[in-house]
């Protein structure tokens, strides 16, 4: 039972580089998130998903993208990196807005 | 609008010793409340959540949480640390009107021999 599975785990990019994160989960949840944790600041929301298809704007979305093609899967997309985006990146899934949701173990991404 | 403090960024205590970590919300219509725990270097973990049944809520390694409305309040308690509880610790909110769930900025927790 995996649950929520973050690729890759580390990750450093020029400024003006592009990545992909990949977040994937085994349980079947409608609702997926994005969040980047910076230290003092807790946990901000970049962009979510409400389900296969769907994705929309959180607290901090600038400079990312998402995709929710599968509903085990959310991207999130960085297409020009920059310093301000050095990060914890998790991303996390519900049952419900109400309900427990499940991290992932973390990317952490560091632009020079 | 809702949103979540936590006061103290940095709590030390002594093995054996109460931990006391505090949680204070705001939400226009009634909150789920949530604690969180992160060990270095993973992902968060569920201790205990709060939605409308029980006001005293008990959670996974001995921590339980009370909810007092009046106080919009929902600290975290655990009456004897263990060196395995030196963690970060989150409070979340959210409500049947919003689509986030909204975190607080952590409290640190040092447990010293």
């Known amino acids: 039972n995996a649950g929520v599975t973050q690729t890759p785990k580390f990750r450093v990019l020029k400024t003006g580089q592009s990545m992909t994160l990949l977040c994937a989960q085994d349980?079947?949840?409608?609702?997926m998130y994005w969040y980047r944790q910076d230290p003092g600041m807790g946990l901000r929301l970049i962009h979510y998903s409400v389900g296969e298809g769907t994705t929309a704007k959180g607290e901090v979305p600038d400079g990312y993208n998402v995709s929710r093609l599968k509903k085990q899967n959310f991207l999130l997309g960085l297409e020009s990196a920059a310093p301000s985006q050095t990060s914890v990146y998790f991303c996390?899934?519900?049952?419900?807005?109400?309900?427990?949701?499940?991290f992932g173990q973390g990317t952490r991404l560091t632009v020079v | 609008a809702q949103s979540v403090t936590q006061l103290g960024s940095h709590v030390s205590v002594s093995e054996g010793a109460l931990v006391l970590l505090r949680c204070n919300y705001s939400?226009?219509?009634?909150?789920?409340l949530f604690w969180y725990v992160q060990y270095p270097n993973q992902g968060l973990q569920l201790l205990l959540k709060?939605?409308?049944?029980?006001?005293l809520v008990k959670g996974i390694n001995g921590f339980e949480a009370e909810f007092k409305k009046s106080e919009t309040s929902f600290h975290l308690t655990k009456p004897s640390a263990h060196m395995s509880d030196a963690a970060e610790y989150f409070c979340?909110?959210?409500?049947?009107?919003?689509?986030?769930?909204?975190f607080g900025a952590g409290t640190t927790v040092t447990v010293r021999a």
């Open positions: 939400s226009s219509v009634p909150p789920y």
């Open positions: 979340a909110v959210t409500n049947a009107n919003d689509y986030k769930l909204s």
């Open positions: 996390a899934s519900s049952y419900s807005r109400l309900t427990e949701a499940f």
């Open positions: 709060y939605t409308s049944a029980a006001t």
């Open positions: 349980m079947n949840h409608e609702y």
